[in-house]
C-alpha cells in the first residue's frame, strides 16, 4: 500500500512538474512576442534551473542573449552576451547533438562571435564553428530558414574577407574554407523564401546585393524590408537602417 501510495505521489509531482514547465515556456513565449527579451530569457533561466536540459528553453536562451548582446555598444560587453549565448547553444548541442535548431544557434552564435573577435586563432574558429554548424543543421533540416541565412551570411563574410588577413591566417592555421557571392545569394534567397518576416536576412541580402553592383536587386530587397512587421527587438533597428540604405541608393 505505502509502495502503491510513493508511486502515486511520484507521478503526481511528475505531471505538476511538467505543468509548471509547460507554464514557464508559455510565458516566456509571450515576453518574445511582446519584444520583451529579458524577461523571456528570465522565464527561460527558469525553466533551466528546474530543467538543466531542457532543449526548447537552451536554444531560445542561446538566441536571445545573442539578440541582447546585438544592442550593446561597447565592444567588450557585446563579447560577454556572445559566450554566455555560445555556452546555452554549446549545453543544447549536449543535450541534442541531432537538434536542427541547436546546430542553427552555435552557427549563429560562431557567426555573431566573428564581429568581435580580436585573436586570429579564435577568429579561424568562430569561422569554421559558423560553417561546420549551419552544415549540420541543413543537413538535418535542407529547409531551415534561418539556417540557409546564417550559411548565406557566412559566404558572405568570407567574400568580404581581407586578402592579407587571410594569407596570414592560411600560413597560421592552415586557411579557412572559401566562400562565393554566388552561395550566398543562394542561401539568403532560400531563407527569404523560408522565412519571409526574417529582417536580419533581408538587410544582409541587400547588404550582399549591394556589394556586388547589383542596385536594382537590392532596392528590390530594400523595399520589401522596409515594410515587414517588428516580429523582434531587434527588427526596428535593422529596419531603420534598410531605409537610410534605400534612400542612399534611390
Known sequence: MKKALVVALLLLSGHLFSQDQTVLL???????????????????????????????????????TAGLGVKQTDKKVKKE??????????????ADPENADANYVSALVALRLTEVETENKKLVA?????????????????NHGKANYVLGKWNFAMVQFPWAKKATVKVLFGG????TIDDAYKYMEKSRTLEPYFVQNFLDLAKAYKYD????????????LVKLPTRTSN???MKAEGKQLLSEMQ
Open 26 to 64: 508559455k510565458e516566456a513565449s509571450n515576453f518574445e512576442r511582446s519584444l520583451k527579451d529579458q524577461d523571456a530569457l528570465d522565464k527561460y533561466k527558469e525553466v533551466l534551473a528546474a530543467e538543466p536540459s531542457n532543449i526548447t528553453a537552451l536554444i531560445r536562451s542561446s538566441e536571445l
Open 81 to 94: 552576451f556572445y559566450d554566455k549565448a555560445k555556452a546555452f547553444a554549446g549545453q543544447a548541442i549536449k
Open 126 to 142: 568562430d569561422l569554421k564553428d559558423v560553417k561546420t554548424f549551419a552544415d549540420k543543421a541543413l543537413a538535418i533540416n535542407p
Open 176 to 179: 579557412l574554407p572559401d566562400g
Open 213 to 224: 553592383y547589383k542596385p536594382a536587386k537590392a532596392i528590390e530587397v530594400l523595399n520589401q
Open 235 to 237: 527588427d526596428m533597428a
